[in-house]
């Protein structure tokens, strides 16, 4: 792996970084490395890393230097291609598979882009397979792009409308963790729509959850709201409830790692209390998911994996000190044991829409069968916007 910074060779088509435009992920004009934004770093560095092998790869998904349900995604299909330029015969393949979908357990986008790879290259002759897998890895992480750019046009009206209910002030809208452009290959999720409301003169206002313990919110969609010029706020996890109480939250906005086909969202911990809280203030709450995030075969969100985390990550806190150096202190006592959950989720009752590619519908069964009939039959309750 390298750190040396990088153009990407793909423009970027919605956010810029000091003015330059980025993806989160950008293949290597050699076709025999990717490139990644190192999210381990920010917001004090801006680093660009090569990756060269599998093992690279599955690292940097393990240890969150790449982040985010469509990205781990966009990720894994480079580290198969990278897999089979070094050996391309079915036992090869099957253990890069292995490899890559042991690295993070909740989200579903990892296995999808993993199968869908797999499936493609399993029939070639194995000196095709690397090319083929390399190509494919570029078509998953251009449709990504697709699908957010289209969550971004789809959630747009939900945030001009309630520009029109308030035309002298900005919309506010509170999201929690990160499900921006550095969680995806680009636009991101649930900034798609805000994104898109600012690019269009569409005055907003972002409370941005610190989202502890590894402060997505705070190190990684401050940031890129910042370099984006979108105004926004930082706040502790535990104040969305009170400024819901107080009036100063339109719309509750997030992402997903992965959502079953009732309609239930695994999202980073805390998204369930700030769902429980936007119900009892009538805030509506919705989540932003690519088709690649729901998990066709899932009945129920109690049974979605929830990933258990190190403990450091509690226990320890990564800052700018004040002489300018980056330093990490501890914040637990020592020996006092410590629980690190990844995720929680909120059942579908508690979710006002899921933003789609192809539309918003009702977090349920009905709604997301009514806009993915090839999926999950045909039924079609619960459209709110074709």
């Known amino acids: 792996m390298s750190g040396t910074l990088s153009r990407p060779i793909l423009p970027a088509v919605s956010v810029k970084v000091n003015g330059v435009p980025y993806r989160s992920i950008f293949p290597d004009g050699d076709r025999r490395s990717v490139r990644i934004v190192d999210q381990t770093v920010l917001p004090h560095e801006f680093r660009i890393l090569r990756?060269?092998?599998?093992?690279?790869?599955?690292?940097?998904?393990?240890?969150?230097?790449v982040r985010g349900a469509p990205l781990i995604?966009?990720?894994?299909?480079?580290?198969?291609?990278?897999?089979?330029?070094?050996?391309?015969?079915?036992?090869?393949?099957?253990?890069?598979?292995?490899?890559?979908?042991?690295?993070?357990?909740?989200?579903?986008?990892?296995?999808?882009?993993?199968?869908?790879?797999?499936?493609?290259?399993?029939?070639?002759?194995?000196?095709?397979?690397?090319?083929?897998?390399?190509?494919?890895?570029?078509?998953?992480?251009?449709?990504?792009?697709?699908?957010?750019?289209?969550?971004?046009?789809?959630?747009?009206?939900?945030?001009?409308?309630?520009?029109?209910?308030?035309?002298?002030?900005?919309?506010?809208?509170?999201?929690?963790?990160?499900?921006?452009?550095l969680a995806t290959v680009d636009w991101g999720t649930a900034t798609a729509p805000?994104?898109?409301?600012?690019?269009?003169?569409?005055?907003?206002?972002?409370?941005?959850?610190?989202?502890?313990?590894?402060?997505?919110?705070?190190?990684?969609?401050?940031?890129?709201?910042g370099h984006h010029g979108v105004p926004h706020t930082v706040i502790v996890d535990n104040a969305g409830g009170h400024l819901m109480q107080r009036g100063r939250v339109d719309l509750c906005l997030v992402g997903t790692d992965r959502t079953t086909a009732t309609g239930d969202v695994a999202n980073k911990v805390g998204t369930y209390l700030k769902a429980l809280a936007a119900r009892d203030n009538g805030v509506p709450f919705y989540v932003a998911a690519p088709s690649s995030s729901i998990d066709w075969g899932l009945e129920d969100g109690g049974d979605i994996p929830i990933e258990e985390r190190s403990a450091e990550e509690v226990t320890r806190i990564t800052g700018r000190s004040d002489?300018?150096?980056?330093?990490?202190?501890?914040?637990?006592?020592?020996?006092?044991?410590?629980?690190?959950?990844?995720?929680?989720?909120?059942?579908?009752?508690?979710?006002?829409?899921?933003?789609?590619?192809?539309g918003v519908v009702q977090?349920?069964?009905?709604?997301?069968?009514?806009?993915?009939?090839?999926?999950?039959?045909?039924r079609t309750e619960g459209v709110t916007r074709p």
């Open 194 to 225: 805000i994104y898109l409301a600012h690019d269009a003169g569409v005055s907003v206002h972002v409370w941005v959850d610190e989202t502890r313990p590894r402060n997505q919110g705070a190190s990684l969609t401050a940031w890129e709201l």
């Open 363 to 378: 977090a349920s069964r009905e709604g997301l069968a009514s806009l993915f009939p090839e999926r999950a039959g045909a």
């Open 51 to 65: 990756l060269t092998d599998v093992e690279g790869v599955a690292r940097a998904i393990s240890e969150m230097q």
């Open 73 to 181: 995604g966009a990720a894994a299909a480079y580290g198969l291609a990278l897999a089979l330029r070094r050996s391309a015969d079915d036992a090869a393949l099957a253990r890069a598979r292995e490899l890559l979908l042991s690295t993070r357990p909740t989200a579903v986008n990892l296995r999808w882009a993993l199968d869908r790879v797999s499936e493609a290259v399993r029939p070639l002759a194995p000196e095709g397979r690397a090319e083929a897998a390399y190509r494919l890895a570029g078509e998953i992480a251009e449709g990504d792009v697709e699908r957010n750019r289209r969550i971004g046009e789809h959630g747009l009206p939900l945030i001009r409308a309630l520009a029109a209910r308030h035309p002298d002030r900005p919309v506010e809208i509170l999201t929690h963790c990160n499900a921006g452009w």
């Open 323 to 358: 002489d300018g150096g980056v330093a990490t202190v501890s914040v637990v006592p020592d020996g006092s044991p410590v629980a690190n959950p990844a995720f929680d989720v909120t059942p579908g009752r508690l979710v006002t829409g899921i933003i789609t590619e192809r």
